[in-house]
């Protein structure tokens, strides 16, 4: 059958014969296509909530976010093999005749493991570490950020508008080598959020600058019972809301 098309192909003209080699080419890629298997979706995080607070002279962050850890993901935290989720935030400046300026990147580490001999669960970001009993309490716990302090005044001008986005993931980087073999495969292992995207319109008026600390006393005060404890008043993991905000890292969920 081939032999009997060939002579009459060579009587067509030269451009079609051209044509019709790409059409076949073309069909071969679309079965190609269709046959290799695609590869796994990421499952979702959604995020609820996000915005930004001006406190002490810059601007802090919070955000909520919602997922159930897939039943792989809990298998590795109860064999010890900690999980590494990433909370990123980009603010960026528009330009109409350039590329945007991307003003300002900042990503926050949330370490999730779980310590076999106390039997407890550990959700540990910036040097603090919270235990918990149970897993969901530790990932409810992860959903939701407070006060987390992503840039300063001076990274914005008073009347402009920017954009600001923000995202989580897991981060696979982190995992051992065999189990990043398993997150190219698995989609349970592919855990991320779309980039939430809102806009942040920077007051005209300068906000005002954070209050210059008091001198010390020239008397000796005695501490209160918080700080005779060895405690600090600010301590706590995402608790104060007023301009010590910025200390703060996460809060826990309501």
């Not at 995207?197 to 600058?209: I, M, Q, T």
Request: net charge positive; with cysteine.
């Amino acid at each position: 059958m081939t032999a009997f098309l060939r002579p009459s192909l060579q009587l067509l003209p030269a451009r079609f014969r051209q044509m019709l080699h790409r059409l076949s080419a073309l069909c071969v890629l679309g079965m190609l296509c269709l046959l290799w298997p695609t590869l796994p979706s990421a499952q979702t995080i959604e995020i609820n909530r996000a915005q930004l607070e001006y406190a002490d002279g810059g601007w802090n962050l919070s955000a909520d976010f919602d997922f159930d850890l897939p039943g792989n993901l809990e298998d590795a935290v109860n064999k010890g093999i900690p999980l590494y989720f990433l909370v990123e935030f980009e603010l960026i400046r528009p330009r109409w005749y350039w590329f945007d300026d991307h003003a300002v990147s900042a990503t926050r580490v949330v370490r999730l493991s779980y310590h076999p001999l106390t039997r407890q669960y550990r959700v540990s970001t910036g040097g603090l570490q919270v235990p918990f009993s149970r897993l969901k309490d530790a990932v409810d716990f992860m959903q939701h950020v407070r006060g987390w302090r992503v840039f300063e005044q001076r990274a914005v001008k008073a009347g402009e508008t920017v954009q600001a986005e923000v995202r989580m993931r897991l981060d696979v980087t982190q995992l051992p080598k065999p189990f990043q073999i398993n997150a190219v495969n698995t989609r349970d292992w592919n855990l991320s959020s779309d980039w939430k995207r809102f806009n942040l319109a920077v007051p005209n008026e300068p906000l005002p600058a954070p209050a210059p600390a008091a001198p010390p006393a020239s008397t000796p005060v005695s501490p209160p019972a918080s700080q005779a404890s060895g405690l600090s008043p600010n301590s706590g993991w995402g608790m104060s809301a007023g301009p010590s905000s910025a200390g703060s890292l996460l809060a826990p969920a309501k």
